[in-house]
């Protein structure tokens, strides 16, 4: 063997969870030590957030026991886990938007009390996000809420790593690129190497199997509960990984070709910059860096055409969200419930809404989308976060609406799913329906007709066909000139 | 039963139920007929208010229509003064008292939309208007309602009073709208999430607009009902609705938080707070002690029925 491996920073023995009928984790084992990068890998609902909440002391297993540094910790929760220097960045954002950014600080790190706290709090919160995002332009007196979405997840890293008296140790990060785009995604992954150079540890979470296959030193395989393969780095390559994940190795498809000019069906002239278009049949992809004005180009496509008064029959656009916590799901309601609340017109013969047509609906969409439910009946909320992600595609697609806007709709969706998402949306465009997409992730921009490239608010570049690459799409983000 | 006792509106029942039985058994079951029309057609009257608060409550948090008890006063002296007693002149009086709501309803959510101004605030101030408006037009006059109308409002079929069997067909009718049509569906999803519901192409507006004209016509119709129940409007008919609205709706088990709203906890609730007080009376306790046990009574009510599982659809 080789040299014997300093004590495990944490130590999960042989964890299982159910929930009712469920079976979240099914004896799982985990050990992370010190110096160690591991990416965990899995589909939805395969149980990586479940083994993170054993983690992170947020969920007692009800099988199963914790070490940590050799030593069996019980009774084991949140606050032994951080004292044990284990930070979580969650998927789902946990800042207090109402607060200050040094206010939040304040609230992670209890020990900050006392006179003179916020200007402590502001050296610590300050330090953090300068060492992970060299040039950020946060102001760290601001409000939470007014920050973007990649601001915020910025915001929520350096808030890991920062350093208040009880260095992290090991440090969680649950899809942490999500909402970053690829500049920021690569100065988080290189801070992440150099955390563990100096002795931490992280467990890396990512759909993005090149993150992975570049950062971890360990890849862990999960699915339904257990762990399926592990090995270190260089023991998986990108298609092996997606094999070991267990699902069908669909490769990146070529672009499609753009059809013949037509009549556009979505027009939107901009105050500054080239004015959009969008015509029938067509992928077109917004891309650029996260927060140069695509959302707000959704949302004024979105309020232009959709009602604000009076329900129509044919709505024009239909939209699917990507922050589903905020503007996605309904979260008292039922999965059927929720995926047909945007064709309740359709589904309705006299006014009123005919309960065998909803549920016909829903049984179509949920083996057409492979939604992970025994009962669409099932509250919404049962369902891990990719699937609820699916529901709100299927609530799109499910609408007569010919045109489609997709606001960054994959975070946190895995492979499988995406590839079969990208293969529907083809269809749907080759039938006639016109997208609308932004996306973070380059892979997603090729697969579109024509990318719009923002900059500040305004569109600085229009790429087609092969043109489209995350050469000319990153230039165009930073220098503002055409291809 | 666990299905049954899962429901949020049981509650209210089985609190009513057991008030109804104290009473009963204290008199010794001398005035159970008096006492239960007593409560049907009392109860009914919170009920059309009710019905009316609950849609604008399931809007979500901020939702709230406090201008009830100034459109029933209104809607009430407006009407009568038209009818003048005259039973030829009814259901142009139920006009004018629904088209008293219309105007209520529409300025309500005018204020709330052109100006921006939370709805408590909102229809707050236009309570003050709508009360200034029925002082103006009352004059102090008390005018009787049409013999007819009188008659019908105070009298019963088949054992129960008309009043409560009118408000049995509207809470049908609003059951129906709630539950098996779009519009219960698309309220429902505001109130748990407005831009959510604006995302999935919900007609936000319209649908919030028509929930606050919904309020304001039931407190309308209520009004006209109640000063002919009772022989005339008078100024202060309507101050007890306004609380009397927003607890019937919260002890019948809907969600203050709104998206989550049931109709028949709305009839358990309206037989239950007009029942307690009745039972208080029989048992001949003085204002204060009375008070303070319908306080501690609703109380109790509360915390047994959020007692339950959490009842998710």
């Known amino acids: 063997m080789t040299l014997p491996m300093p004590p495990a920073v944490l130590e999960v023995v042989n964890a299982a ?198 950062t971890a030193s360990r890849i862990v395989v999960m699915k339904d509960g257990k762990i399926v393969a592990e090995r270190g780095a260089g023991g998986f390559d990108h298609a092996s990984l997606v094999e070991a994940m267990g699902s069908a190795a669909t490769h990146q498809t070529a672009a499609r070709r753009a059809p013949a000019a037509n009549q556009p069906v979505l027009e939107l002239t901009l105050p500054k910059g080239q004015p959009f278009r969008a015509c029938k049949g067509e992928v077109v992809g917004l891309a650029g860096l996260g927060g140069h004005g695509q959302t707000r180009l959704l949302l004024a496509l979105f309020d232009r055409h959709s009602p604000q008064w009076w329900p129509i029959r044919n709505p024009a656009v239909t939209f699917v969200a990507g922050d589903r916590r905020e503007n996605g799901i309904f979260d008292l309601w039922s999965i059927l419930k929720n995926m047909t609340a945007a064709s309740l017109g359709d589904l309705s013969r006299r006014g009123f809404v005919q309960d065998k047509a909803e549920i016909d609906r829903g049984d179509e969409w949920k083996v057409r989308i492979d939604i992970r439910t025994p009962d669409m009946n099932n509250p919404i909320l049962s369902l891990s976060g990719g699937n609820q992600q699916k529901v709100l595609f299927a609530r799109a697609l499910s609408t007569r609406a010919p045109v489609v806007l997709m606001d960054d709709p994959m975070r946190g969706v895995d492979v499988g799913t995406k590839h079969e998402v990208y293969g529907m949306i083809r269809a749907e465009a080759e039938a006639g329906r016109t997208f609308v997409w932004y996306s973070t992730e380059m892979e997603e921009m090729q697969l579109c007709d024509r990318v719009y490239v923002f900059r500040e608010g305004a569109i600085v570049a229009e790429l087609t066909g092969d043109a489209i690459s995350e050469h000319n799409i990153l230039r165009a983000s930073f220098e503002g000139e055409a291809a | 039963m666990k299905t049954l006792l899962s429901r949020p509106w049981i509650w209210s029942f089985i609190a009513a139920l057991s008030v109804w039985l104290a009473t009963i058994a204290f008199t010794g079951g001398a005035s159970t007929v008096g006492l239960s029309q007593a409560a049907l057609t009392f109860a009914a009257f919170s009920v059309l208010v009710g019905i009316g608060q609950m849609f604008v409550i399931t809007l979500g948090p901020g939702n709230i229509d406090l201008s009830v008890p100034a459109t029933m006063t209104l809607a009430g002296t407006v009407s009568l003064k038209y009818m003048d007693g005259q039973s030829g002149l009814i259901l142009h009086g139920l006009a004018i008292a629904v088209g008293v709501g219309v105007c209520v309803g529409m ?74 049509t779009p519009y219960g569906r698309w309220i429902a999803a505001i109130g748990q999430s407005l831009p959510a519901a604006r995302m999935a192409g919900i007609a936000v507006d319209g649908n919030r607009f028509v929930t606050y004209l919904l309020c304001a016509i039931l407190a309308a119709v209520c009004g006209y009902l109640l000063a002919c129940f009772s022989g005339g409007a008078a100024l202060n008919m309507g101050s007890e609705y306004l609380l009397m609205s927003i607890a019937v709706v919260v002890i019948g088990g809907t969600a203050v938080a709104g998206g989550n709203s049931n109709v028949p906890g709305i009839w358990g609730a309206s037989l239950f707070m007009f029942l307690v007080v009745s039972m208080l009376n029989t048992y001949g306790l003085g204002a204060g002690v009375r008070l303070m046990m319908t306080g501690a009574i609703i109380i109790t009510v509360i915390l047994l029925a959020s007692g339950r599982t959490a009842n998710l659809r």
């Open chain 1, 17 to 214: 969870v159910r929930f009712g009928e469920v079976r979240a984790l099914d004896g799982v084992s985990l050990s992370i030590h010190p110096g160690e990068c591991i990416g965990l890998v899995g589909h939805n609902g395969a149980g990586k957030s479940t083994i993170v909440s054993v983690i992170n002391g947020g969920l007692s297993p009800q099988q199963g026991e914790v070490f940590s540094d050799g030593t069996r910790l019980a009774p084991y929760g949140i606050g032994v886990a951080r004292s044990r220097g284990v930070r979580c960045v969650f998927q789902e954002l946990s800042l207090c938007p109402n607060l200050s950014i040094i206010e939040n600080t304040r609230i992670m790190h209890r020990n900050l009390g006392g006179f003179g706290w916020r200007k402590r709090a502001a050296a610590i919160i300050l330090a953090s996000i300068d060492a992970i995002f060299p040039d950020h332009g946060i102001d760290v007196g601001g409000p939470v809420g007014t920050l973007s979405i990649a601001q915020r997840q910025m915001v929520e890293i350096a808030m890991a790593f920062s350093d208040a008296g009880q260095p992290p140790r090991l440090v969680i990060l649950d899809e942490p690129t999500s909402s970053l785009d690829a500049g920021l995604a690569a100065q988080l992954l290189a801070h992440v190497r150099r955390f563990v150079a100096n002795g931490g540890a992280v467990i890396l979470i990512s759909h993005m199997l090149t993150e992975i296959l570049e």
């Open chain 2, 107 to 180: 300025l309500n959510y005018a204020l709330i939309k052109a100006l921006r101004i939370p709805p408590i605030i909102a229809t707050l101030s236009m309570s003050f208007i709508v009360q200034s408006a029925a002082i103006w037009t009352n004059r102090g006059l008390r005018i009787k309602p049409p013999q007819a109308l009188a008659d019908f409002t105070t009298q019963t079929s088949f054992g129960i009073p008309n009043i409560a069997l009118l408000a049995l067909l509207i809470s049908v009718a609003a059951w129906v709208l709630l539950h098996r």
